[in-house]
């Protein structure tokens, strides 16, 4: 009788033990994975602060013209961009630029801010824009490892007469609206 009242008792500390080491276990996971979040959530405030930083925060203004750019993530950090290029010389010229990289988050964030960089450095070299994208094409291509790439339209235009002259690097086709016909 004893021994089996012995068994008994040992056989409930021990399930006692085991349930007090699960939630111990379980808690320590629980915590682990709020500390991957918060740092998860500290990675993407910043990649998007990055983001933020590199678009426009006004559109041109030009005489004759009525520039508007509106930006809307899909994911809480993306790649693509939108930018414009003051060109300096006569007539007076307008570079712009708009690009989607092939993924989303901070590595695509990241491939986003390297790319506009390069885009916009050959935009101020006084390329045009066939060349401008080509030559940043070979940068890019040179500074990237990974799997990412991107679609891109480079315009430029003169404000005086209207000519745009762009080059297109796989994006879709740009569109021109023009509010006086409503087309």
Known sequence: GSASVLEASTAELLEAFAANAAVAIDNARMHQEE?????????LSVAQQLQRS????????AEGWQFAAEYRLA???GGDFYDFVEMR?????????????TDKGIPAAIFM?????????MAFSGRGPASALTRANSLILNDSHGDFWLTCVYAILE??????????GGHNRPYLYRAAQRR
């Open 89 to 101: 010389g006569s007539p007076a010229r307008l570079g712009i630029v708009m690009a989607d990289v």
């Open 159 to 168: 404000l005086s007469g209207g000519r745009l002259i762009y080059a297109n």
């Open 113 to 121: 801010a390297l790319s506009r960089t390069i885009i916009r450095t």
């Open 35 to 43: 500390i991957a979040r918060q740092k998860l959530e500290q990675e």
């Open 54 to 61: 590199l678009l426009p925060t006004e559109v041109p203004v």
């Open 75 to 77: 994911r809480v950090v």
